[in-house]
């Protein structure tokens, strides 16, 4: 069964820190784009992040120099290290591949496979 886990998400303070994890099973991540995602209530889901199979990277402008986006092939995994955190990131965030052949990457695409995603809560 081909599955994404998202995982890490929690309850941080403003300027705190998370990473959350996104963890394929069933199928190796090596041939997808894997992009984050997040949604408010009452919000329309935004694309927050994506990367390439060759690593290069994309980042809405709200997360740009706050969050990091990577990858770990070895252990099929992908990352979003969120720094700098502001009450404006709460969301459920969730992470989706799509296979392409490509070096690039974008958060428009038609993604293939989504996790069920993991809630940030920032708030003091």
């Known amino acids: 069964q081909l599955q994404l886990v998202e995982s890490g998400g929690g309850l941080v303070q403003p300027g705190g820190s998370l990473r959350l994890s996104c963890a394929a099973s069933g199928f190796t991540l090596d041939y997808y784009a894997i992009g984050w995602f997040r949604q408010a209530p009452g919000k329309e889901r935004e694309g927050v992040s994506c990367?390439?199979?060759?690593?290069?990277?994309s980042y809405a402008d709200s997360v740009k120099g706050r969050f990091t986006i990577s990858r770990d092939n070895a252990k099929n995994t992908v990352y979003l290290q969120m720094n700098s955190l502001k009450p404006e990131d709460t969301a459920v965030y969730y992470c989706?591949?799509?296979?392409?052949?490509?070096?690039?990457?974008?958060?428009?695409?038609?993604?293939?496979?989504w996790g069920q995603g993991t809630q940030v809560t920032v708030s003091s």
């Open positions: 989706a591949a799509k296979a392409t052949p490509g070096y690039v990457c974008r958060t428009f695409w038609e993604y293939d496979y």
């Open positions: 990367i390439s199979r060759s690593g290069s990277t």
